[in-house]
């Protein structure tokens, strides 16, 4: 990482819309040793084109099902002039020098920033190979270049008809100097950018042969499982091995302090091995909390005053002044990300280099990682990446390649540490526990003059990348809520951070606007039913000077029939999603709470403004994902302690949105050549609110507390 | 103990009970069957066992004795399972992946033996299989499509 690009994180991040600010080109002009050293042509470290004509293109981004990939590899396959089908695509090594993600500095897949951030870096990297392909076209046939085109890999001198091949030029290109500037082709000269391009990972999962970090083999390796202390804090105090040991297949024990790994020979001696351990454990400062003493400590803090992120106007006497004051509290729960691949990671560790195979979203990090346990020059790791079977931002940390190097230094083999579905719910990095208290008011006919939302909970940044955490605000605690787009004439934003560390929290899915826009859409909900009006006629009132989000709500509301009548036990509710990421969206749930409380989503209708769009196909499906992922955590997701132990242990009691209960899901796209906004949470973060609204419609029930389901249980009318 | 796997006979010395899921995994090298939960909660594990789908987390390798195995690797050469592959890259239904070895033994056995299935068929034999990438919405629609022969 450069201390560079960390600084100027902040800017980047703060910046409307979040658009590529930073002056440094990524990947550019640095010719990458390992594959520079192959013979062919390597303008950066994004292409490499070998003299038999292949081309592979090396992806800096992790591939966990958002796409990634596909759309990457459109972007420099656009410029490169080549067809999907000419490319093959790998993932690229840890390099933060050559892949950084200019959002952080730092190779890490996460925000919604891939194609935000690389959408101008690959399409250069793209073009500077075309031109220096032409250019040694052109050299070779003692022409002008203007004169040669490319197309599908193959370039042509247009006058005389003559071509050629990529390969065929390869070994002169490299030599041809780096230009310094390269034409982007015009938008409206596209073949790829805004098409639903096929993904190329398709076919190897539909045959079971997409490898993931579970799916390694290597010649001699053992498998291991673990069980780390239930309570974060604890240690191992004793330990009884001796079933352990007599498990068939059963190789060895590794106690770490923190935990106990049984090495076997497959991962059902492993798992036998484990249950058969006899541990006693420390608990610890955290043995005897509970989820109330978290809320406790939070809501202590809610009552006092935060750091102030957005001040408009003269809240307090506007507040004053109201003819209507509203108040409420609102609270989020802890989560857990539950991917489909359970945590995992396999070590090599020999006395001279280490070797790690896993899945994870910050591929540098993992190698620091490595290299830090085992004491080995950073040189000295080696990290191959892999599909993540699900990342959600759990594989943003590397809790588990830590712990799996640590597991390895002990053992004379490769071995391949996976948790079980139990330990990887129970240890998860999980989404904070979030407080927030809001105040409004309304004038004599219902309108807002005044907003006031404190927001509580830990700082994920000041551990994650400090930078982001300035003067007191923690950038992603309030994105989502300081973006307010509401045309209201004072305003206070504030933020109290309070850490509660009785459990590791971390980057969910929509990350901190998840939380915000569920509570931000929620009281906004609250006003306009207290000012007794339509909840989108009183949004649209309220939009006057944000076209894109009013564009998507009034073409939500249009397509969900917003208005017309529903069955009896029905109701819709609407939200609004704005946020750093500089997509708009707008979501309409219908749901049907039936005499027993149960929450039934019926129809879900999302309009969505992500500006340019390069693969409208994976933006659907990206949209339908985080729907499907909200519905789940909004519904049911809940992680609770009791005694310092997280309570949910598998799908059984962390219950997850199934197919028969999946609603259909219509996504509305709105075309423009605005900046490429974030696709991969917005679906996310903005379903909680809608659905929210949608049981407050059916039932006239308030609910300010996540998840919905327990929450209309056992409220009251 | 013998066991046939994709049609091939393979010989495995290994507990009676140890789930299916590890002898395929672990001791066989066919990764393409996945772990999930354990438990049989979430259906990534899911195999054929003479043409029904099972969850080989939970189902001992004893019970597979003189029964075919089909898994993910070899589901291609049945009928209803070519049709289904090739229903799921047409509307490029997997995000991550990983669920979906599991979603295509799944709704293979279910167009094997019902091969127009309605919603609630579809429902009832897939609502065992988890997928947090959410890509519900299109498993449906590729199944019908698989049903219709490749029509849209």
């Known amino acids: 990482m450069t201390t560079v690009s960390r600084r100027e994180f902040v800017s980047v991040l703060t910046a409307a819309g979040g658009s590529l600010l930073l002056g440094y080109r990524v990947g550019e002009g640095q010719r990458v040793a390992s594959v520079a050293s192959a013979p062919g042509f390597a303008p950066n470290a994004f292409i490499r084109i070998a003299p038999d004509g292949s081309i592979t293109l090396f992806m800096p981004q992790a591939e966990m099902g958002q796409g990634t990939h596909t759309s990457m590899s459109m972007l420099l396959a656009e410029e490169l002039e080549v067809t999907p089908e000419q490319v093959r695509l790998e993932h690229a090594p840890p390099d933060d020098k050559l892949y950084a993600n200019p959002l952080f500095g730092e190779q890490i897949t996460g925000a919604s920033s891939s194609i935000r951030m690389f959408y101008e870096p690959l399409r250069r990297a793209g073009a500077t190979a075309r031109a220096m392909l032409i250019a040694a076209a052109a050299a070779s046939w003692n022409v002008d270049a203007a004169s040669c085109r490319a197309r599908k890999g193959v370039v042509t001198h247009t006058p005389t008809g003559r071509t050629l091949s990529y390969g065929a030029l390869a070994a002169k290109a490299a030599t041809v100097p780096v230009p310094d500037k390269v034409a982007l082709k015009d938008p409206k000269d596209f073949t790829l950018i805004g098409t639903p391009a096929k993904r190329p990972d398709t076919p190897s999962k539909v045959n079971g042969t997409a490898q993931y970090g579970i799916d390694v083999r290597l010649p001699g390796m053992l498998i291991a499982t673990v069980a780390a202390s239930p309570v974060l804090g604890g240690k191992v105090a004793g330990l009884d091995d001796e079933k352990a040991k007599a498990v068939p297949g059963v190789r060895q024990i590794v106690q770490l302090d923190d935990a106990v790994a049984v090495v076997a020979d497959h991962m059902w001696a492993a798992k036998q091995g484990s249950a058969a351990l006899e541990i006693r454990w420390e608990d610890g400062p955290n043995a005897k909390v509970s989820t109330a003493d978290v809320v406790e400590g939070l809501a202590k803090a809610s009552e006092t005053a935060g750091v102030t992120a957005r001040k408009d106007g003269d809240p307090a006497s506007a507040l004053a002044g109201a003819a209507k004051k509203v108040e409420a509290v609102y609270e989020s729960p802890f989560l857990a990300h539950a991917t489909m691949e359970p945590m995992n990671c396999t070590v090599h560790v020999r006395r001279d280099g280490c070797e790690v195979w896993t899945g994870s979203q910050v591929l540098s990090r993992a190698r620091a990682a490595a290299a830090k346990v085992t004491g080995l020059p950073l040189e000295k790791v080696v990290v191959h990446n892999h599909f993540l079977g699900g990342g959600f931002g759990r594989r943003l940390e590397v809790d588990y390649v830590t712990q799996a190097v640590r597991i390895a230094k002990q053992v004379d083999a490769p071995v391949k540490v996976v948790w079980t579905r139990e330990e990887d719910v129970q240890h998860d990095v999980y989404r904070p526990y979030y407080y927030d208290r809001f105040a409004a008011g309304l004038d004599a006919h219902g309108k807002p003059v005044a907003w006031s939302h404190r927001i509580v909970g830990p700082s994920i940044m000041a551990r994650f990348l400090p930078p982001g955490f300035k003067d007191g605000i923690d950038i992603d605690a309030v994105d989502g809520a300081v973006q307010l787009l509401y045309d209201i004439p004072a305003i206070q934003i504030e933020y109290v951070r309070h850490e509660e560390p009785v459990l590791n929290t971390g980057f969910w899915r929509g990350v901190g606007v998840t939380h915000n826009n569920f509570v931000v859409e929620s009281f906004i909900d609250e006003l306009a039913a207290v000012s007794k009006q339509d909840p989108v006629a009183f949004r649209r009132a309220l939009l006057r000077k944000s076209p894109r989000a009013l564009t998507v709500l009034e073409l939500a509301a249009k397509e969900a029939g917003w208005g017309k009548p529903v069955p009896r036990g029905r109701g819709r509710g609407v939200a609004l999603l704005f946020s750093s990421w500089g997509t708009y969206l707008a979501q309409v749930a ?127 009318r | 103990m013998e066991l046939t796997i994709n049609g091939r006979k393979r010989e495995v010395g290994v507990p009676s009970d140890m789930p299916m899921l590890w002898v395929l995994r672990d001791v066989l090298g066919m990764t393409g069957t996945k772990f999930g939960c354990g438990m049989a909660l979430c259906g990534a594990c899911t195999v054929q066992l003479d043409g029904q789908a099972i969850r080989s987390c939970v189902t001992p390798v004893s019970a597979a004795a003189g029964k075919a195995i089909t898994t993910i690797e070899a589901i291609g050469n049945t009928a209803a399972g070519k049709k289904v592959q090739e229903a799921w890259i047409a509307l490029d239904v997997p995000q991550c992946g990983y669920c979906q070895s599991g979603q295509i033994m799944s709704a293979s056995a279910l167009l094997a033996k019902n091969p127009h299935p309605t919603d609630s068929d579809i429902d009832a034999a897939m609502g065992g299989n988890i997928c947090r990438c959410g890509t519900y919405r299109r498993i449906r629609a590729a199944i019908k499509h698989a049903a219709q022969g490749g029509r849209r």
């Open chain 1, 590 to 716: 219908e749901v049907e709470v039936t005499g027993s409380s149960d929450v039934r989503v019926r129809r879900i209708v999302c309009a969505v403004d992500c500006g340019q769009v390069v693969n409208p196909d994976i933006v659907k499906a990206q949209i339908e994902s985080g729907v499907v992922y909200g519905i789940s955590g909004a519904l049911w997701g809940e992680v609770t302690l009791n005694n310092g132990r997280v309570e949910q242990s598998n799908f059984n009691n962390y219950r997850v949105l199934r197919m028969n209960e999946t609603p259909p899901i219509d996504v509305r796209l709105v075309r423009n050549s605005e900046a490429p906004g974030g696709i991969g949470e917005p679906g996310t973060s903005v379903t909680a609110a809608a659905l929210a609204n949608a049981v407050y419609a059916a039932t006239g029930k308030r609910l300010r507390k996540l998840p919905l389901q327990p929450g209309l249980a056992s409220s009251t």
